[in-house]
């Protein structure tokens, strides 16, 4: 595989993390670029690791990966995303207090569930002349850059949205979900 094909992957695999940083963003009351970088870059760190993983996987086990990555990802990303907008809709006074504490669980899981077609991608790869090493950096790359851009887009737009940019989180990470399911299902 050559380098702009490695590139092109890199970019294709970020991009449900992009959504997803939108989303992420826009519930985001006032996120600094340092906070957007650090959830870059463990979106990044996730999903540049994930291809490793699947590639390891595929030199044993390819068919279960690929079986089920797809539905993992949905659940993950449909919990997460009813969990978003059923805090979205609860209209907590604790509002405030609970952005303090970034919720860095919430922001791996979701990350996770963004790049598990990356570990699927991982698999394939192990059936082919590639070097890991360089299609992981350059996913991790790829996914850092686009989700710390999408934090801060979806934070734009969480100031159109204002008090529902939490919803509107929501019903993103179910929509990247459930077009991740489509996707591998309509294959």
Avoid at 82 to 89: D, F, P, T
């Amino acid at each position: 595989m050559n380098f702009v094909t490695l590139l092109l992957l890199a970019y294709a695999m970020s991009t449900d993390a992009f959504a997803a940083a939108i989303g992420k963003g826009a519930s985001l009351k006032s996120p600094r670029l340092t906070e957007a970088i650090k959830i870059g870059l463990i979106f990044g760190i996730i999903e540049a690791s994930t291809p490793l993983i699947g590639w390891l996987i595929g030199q044993s086990a390819a068919g279960y990966v690929e079986a089920w990555d797809h539905w993992i990802a949905f659940i993950l990303l449909l919990g997460l995303g009813a969990h978003m907008i059923y805090e979205s809709l609860k209209g907590d006074d604790d509002a405030p207090t609970q952005h303090a504490k970034q919720p860095w669980l919430k922001t791996i899981i979701t990350a996770f569930g963004t790049s598990i077609d990356a570990m699927a991608v991982g698999v394939s790869l192990a059936f082919v002349d590639v070097n890991i090493w360089l299609a992981a950096a350059l996913i991790g790359l790829a996914t850092t850059m686009m989700v710390t851009i999408g934090v801060m887009i979806g934070h734009s737009a969480g100031k159109f949205l204002g008090s529902r940019a939490e919803t509107f989180g929501g019903v993103t990470l179910i929509c990247v979900g459930t077009w991740l399911l489509y996707s591998h299902l309509s294959i």
